[in-house]
């Protein structure tokens, strides 16, 4: 497996030698950025609709991901094949505390990319922001292989969340995870 | 125990018969609001500081209390002894959920007001707001009487959520309580 030293943040690992890597997502991703969030499967328990046409799409990147604090796209051997981010609160009482998102297309679902991603993202997170010291996830109670990609990426379950959020128009149970700056892998 | 029909949210007896109720916190009711926000044990698990003059007490309430989409005064016996709120979201996504906080003059501490305040404030947000399904409530690990409170008030306890808030300078772990509209 290849290690290459670079400035952003580089992981090796997934099925076959691919390497994954996490970098800043540009407005020329856009088209590979369509795959995912253009993929019913991928925002089937997501917060946004497909992306039906490269403008709104490149809206989406110029408008969010660009000020974003920390959005990254991952990449299986450079490709952007999905996306991870980490917000930041700015009132000082909950700056200790950042939600992490992902999505990942379809077709690498199942080869422990998503885990990869969330453990480098967190880490990344966690080194660039010293008064950051959880980092939570809330996942919907029927998305049981994001479950398991948060358990596998070290995240601790921490309870079950009644009717938090409405998805698609309907009101939905939520599970809510976390890791620590602190936490360390048994 | 007493309840009298009124337009404004009902009244309700609390211990040696007087009368909780819930109205709008108003400008005019400062000192009355400085006698919980300058106490250092009100104040504990907040994350706000203890309020030290009368013009930050005036600015909260025309800030803050005045266009919440609910914000109300406890009320014992017609006069403000505590205040609660609940959250409004506008996103869609978002709207089915508040969050409760509340804060009560310690002199009013342990005879069931917090919680039959909290009761009737959940009742009449889930009538206003039809869209509103969930009332959260996020306690300090700590503050076991807030806790009791909630739990008399008929909130689940959903989880811990570590170190999720800095309050006074430390990070703290919270309990996530919630009530739903169809508890």
């Given at each position: 497996?290849?290690?290459?030293?670079?400035?952003?943040?580089?992981?090796?690992?997934?099925?076959?030698?691919?390497?994954?890597?996490?970098?800043?997502?540009?407005?020329s991703?856009?088209?590979?950025?369509?795959?995912w969030?253009?993929d019913?499967?991928?925002?089937?328990?997501?917060r946004?609709?497909?992306?039906?046409?490269?403008?709104?799409?490149?809206?989406?990147?110029?408008?969010?991901?660009?000020?974003?604090?920390?959005?990254?796209?991952?990449?299986?051997?450079?490709?952007?094949?999905?996306?991870?981010?980490?917000?930041?609160?700015?009132?000082?009482?909950?700056?200790?505390?950042?939600e992490?998102?992902?999505?990942?297309?379809?077709?690498?679902?199942?080869?422990?990319?998503?885990?990869?991603?969330?453990?480098?993202?967190?880490?990344?997170?966690?080194?660039?922001?010293?008064?950051?010291?959880?980092?939570?996830?809330?996942?919907?109670?029927?998305?049981?292989?994001?479950?398991?990609?948060?358990?596998?990426a070290?995240?601790?379950?921490?309870?079950?969340?009644?009717?938090?959020?409405?998805?698609?128009?309907?009101?939905?149970?939520?599970?809510?995870?976390?890791?620590?700056?602190?936490?360390?892998?048994? | 125990?007493?309840?009298?029909?009124?337009?404004?949210?009902?009244?309700?007896?609390?211990?040696?018969?007087?009368?909780?109720?819930?109205?709008?916190?108003?400008?005019?009711?400062?000192?009355?609001?400085?006698?919980?926000?300058?106490?250092?044990?009100?104040?504990?698990?907040?994350?706000?500081?203890?309020?030290?003059?009368?013009?930050?007490?005036?600015?909260?309430?025309?800030?803050?209390?005045?266009?919440?989409?609910?914000?109300?005064?406890?009320?014992?016996?017609?006069?403000?002894?505590?205040?609660?709120?609940v959250t409004?979201?506008?996103?869609?996504?978002?709207?089915?959920?508040?969050?409760?906080?509340?804060?009560?003059?310690?002199?009013?501490?342990?005879?069931?007001?917090?919680?039959?305040?909290?009761?009737?404030?959940?009742?009449?947000?889930?009538?206003?707001?039809?869209?509103?399904?969930?009332?959260?409530?996020?306690?300090?690990?700590?503050?076991?009487?807030?806790?009791?409170?909630?739990?008399?008030?008929?909130?689940?306890?959903?989880?811990?959520?570590?170190?999720?808030?800095?309050?006074?300078?430390?990070?703290?772990?919270?309990?996530?309580?919630?009530?739903l509209?169809?508890?």
């Amino acid at each position: 497996m290849e290690e290459q030293e670079q400035q952003s943040p580089r992981t090796s690992s997934g099925s076959g030698g691919s390497i994954i890597s996490l970098r800043p997502l540009k407005l020329s991703d856009v088209d590979d950025f369509m795959a995912w969030a253009g993929d019913p499967d991928v925002a089937h328990f997501c917060r946004f609709e497909p992306y039906t046409s490269r403008e709104a799409a490149l809206a989406y990147i110029a408008g969010t991901v660009l000020p974003h604090p920390y959005f990254r796209a991952i990449c299986v051997d450079g490709r952007p094949v999905g996306q991870v981010s980490v917000t930041r609160n700015k009132s000082p009482a909950d700056a200790c505390r950042g939600e992490l998102g992902y999505a990942l297309a379809s077709g690498y679902w199942g080869r422990g990319i998503a885990t990869e991603a969330a453990r480098a993202a967190v880490a990344e997170a966690f080194s660039a922001r010293p008064e950051l010291e959880r980092v939570e996830a809330i996942v919907d109670v029927e998305n049981k292989p994001s479950q398991r990609v948060l358990e596998k990426a070290g995240f601790t379950r921490e309870g079950l969340l009644r009717k938090y959020r409405v998805l698609k128009g309907r009101t939905r149970n939520v599970v809510v995870f976390s890791r620590l700056s602190t936490d360390v892998d048994s | 125990m007493e309840e009298q029909k009124q337009k404004t949210a009902p009244t309700s007896g609390g211990s040696g018969g007087s009368k909780i109720s819930l109205r709008p916190l108003q400008l005019s009711d400062v000192d009355d609001f400085m006698v919980w926000a300058t106490d250092p044990e009100v104040a504990r698990f907040c994350r706000w500081e203890p309020y030290t003059s009368r013009d930050d007490g005036l600015a909260y309430i025309a800030g803050t209390a005045l266009p919440h989409p609910y914000f109300r005064a406890i009320c014992l016996d017609g006069r403000p002894v505590g205040c609660l709120s609940v959250t409004r979201n506008e996103d869609r996504m978002e709207a089915c959920r508040g969050e409760l906080s509340y804060a009560l003059g310690s002199g009013y501490w342990g005879r069931g007001i917090a919680a039959e305040a909290v009761r009737m404030a959940v009742a009449e947000v889930f009538g206003e707001r039809p869209e509103l399904e969930r009332v959260e409530a996020i306690v300090y690990a700590e503050n076991k009487a807030s806790q009791r409170v909630l739990e008399k008030a008929g909130f689940t306890r959903e989880g811990l959520l570590r170190k999720y808030v800095v309050i006074k300078g430390r990070t703290r772990d919270a309990f996530m309580f919630s009530r739903l509209s169809t508890d």
